[in-house]
């Protein structure tokens, strides 16, 4: 059973950066391709970056030049680094995980965590 958790999240001024954590478990984490999802309230999850198993990154237009996603295969860790951010931001964001050979946004994630909560305020 792959389980993905999250940390990191928080209350950040417009401008501000924070980065965020998603530990997984239960997987050769080296063999699964990793994504950052978000949801703003009454709206839709959207795709917002992902990294392959080979280390290939994709990122929504909203987020190129300002979030950067990494991996680190020791530690079965993603992150995602977020700069000047902007109340837009504002979501719940996800982290997950999917077999296959990429980690871009038209594709189905296996697994899933629980989300961490992103406030951007003035």
């Known amino acids: 059973q792959v389980q993905l958790v999250e940390s990191g999240g928080g209350l950040v001024q417009i401008g501000g950066s924070l980065r965020l954590s998603c530990v997984v478990s239960?997987?050769?984490?080296?063999?699964?391709?990793m994504g950052w999802f978000r949801q703003a309230p009454g709206k839709e999850r959207e795709f917002v970056a992902g990294i392959s198993r080979k280390y290939s990154t994709y990122y929504a237009d909203s987020v190129k030049g300002r979030f950067t996603i990494s991996r680190d295969n020791a530690k079965t860790v993603v992150y995602l680094q977020m700069n000047s951010l902007k109340p837009e931001d504002t979501a719940v964001y996800y982290c997950?995980?999917?077999?296959?050979?990429?980690?871009?946004?038209?594709?189905?994630?296996?697994?899933w965590g629980q989300g961490t909560q992103v406030t951007v305020s003035s």
């Open positions: 997950a995980a999917r077999d296959g050979a990429t980690a871009g946004p038209q594709v189905q994630y296996d697994y």
């Open positions: 239960g997987r050769t984490f080296s063999t699964l391709n």
